[in-house]
């Protein structure tokens, strides 16, 4: 259990560190250095985790028998105004869910396709990735600022309607007002309000239709 809850740690580390990578190599891509510039297109764990969402919401998530384990490392910077395409905040939003989207997808299609072969520890380890960054992604595209889900419906509303996306983004920034600290802490009551019904009716299906798992 011990040994689970490292390794499981240690992915979930790595998982977030990659999310937020993906972020900065993204804005870079599309225009904005900012991230490049202050030194965070780096996969060195010192320059990004976050001691309260990398190692102590771990922790209190465990400790409290929460049926998921999910964290978040510091995030990368960007400068939306550097960005100039319409909808580039919003790719720049998803591209740290689609990393994860990728693991998940990568190990749990290898699981379903040589799972047979595989030793059970190999096979474990493969579920433990492939579970944490569905976990990640799902969490992160729910839109609630200020998750990327968020900013990706922003830009979702921007195609449908201008509308759309200016009362949105009203709510946003509002939300956003609160504070880190204040947002942080509405987002964790959502996640524990919600985590028998997320866990149980969207981790559990899409984790089984990727795996192949009971």
Same mark, same amino acid.
């Given at each position: 259990?011990?040994?689970?809850?490292?390794?499981? +740690?240690?992915?979930?580390?790595?998982?977030?560190?990659?999310?937020?990578?993906?972020?900065?190599?993204?804005?870079? @891509?599309?225009?904005?250095?900012?991230?490049?510039?202050?030194?965070?297109?780096?996969?060195?764990?010192?320059?990004?985790?976050?001691?309260?969402?990398?190692? &102590?919401?771990?922790?209190?998530? *465990?400790?409290?028998?929460?049926?998921?384990?999910?964290?978040?490392?510091?995030?990368?910077? @960007?400068?939306?105004?550097?960005?100039?395409?319409?909808?580039?905040?919003?790719?720049?939003?998803?591209?740290?869910?689609?990393?994860?989207?990728?693991?998940?997808?990568?190990?749990?299609?290898?699981?379903?396709?040589? /799972?047979?072969?595989?030793?059970? !520890?190999?096979?474990?380890?493969?579920?433990?990735?492939?579970?944490?960054?569905?976990?990640?992604?799902?969490?992160?595209? +729910?839109?609630? !600022?200020?998750?990327? /889900?968020?900013?990706? &419906?922003?830009?979702?509303?921007?195609? *449908?309607?201008?509308?759309?996306?200016?009362?949105?983004?009203?709510?946003?920034?509002?939300?956003?007002? +609160?504070? *880190?600290?204040?947002?942080?802490?509405?987002?964790?009551?959502?996640?524990?309000?919600?985590?028998?019904?997320?866990?149980?009716? *969207?981790?559990? !299906?899409?984790?089984?239709?990727?795996?192949?798992?009971?």
């Amino acid at each position: 259990m011990q040994i689970d809850f490292v390794f499981g +740690l240690f992915i979930l580390i790595v998982s977030v560190i990659l999310h937020e990578v993906s972020h900065g190599y993204m804005a870079n @891509y599309l225009g904005d250095p900012t991230a490049r510039l202050a030194g965070r297109l780096t996969l060195n764990p010192v320059s990004h985790i976050d001691p309260v969402g990398s190692i &102590l919401l771990p922790l209190l998530l *465990v400790i409290t028998n929460s049926p998921l384990l999910i964290g978040y490392a510091k995030p990368v910077p @960007y400068n939306p105004y550097n960005l100039p395409g319409k909808y580039d905040e919003g790719l720049v939003a998803f591209a740290g869910p689609a990393v994860n989207i990728f693991l998940a997808l990568l190990f749990g299609l290898a699981i379903r396709v040589f /799972g047979a072969a595989l030793p059970l !520890p190999w096979v474990e380890a493969f579920a433990t990735i492939c579970l944490v960054n569905i976990v990640l992604a799902l969490f992160n595209l +729910l839109p609630v !600022p200020p998750l990327d /889900g968020s900013k990706v &419906l922003s830009s979702v509303f921007a195609m *449908v309607h201008p509308s759309l996306e200016q009362g949105y983004n009203t709510f946003r920034l509002n939300f956003e007002r +609160l504070g *880190v600290l204040s947002g942080t802490l509405l987002i964790l009551l959502l996640f524990f309000a919600l985590s028998s019904f997320f866990f149980g009716s *969207v981790v559990a !299906p899409t984790f089984r239709l990727i795996t192949g798992l009971a």
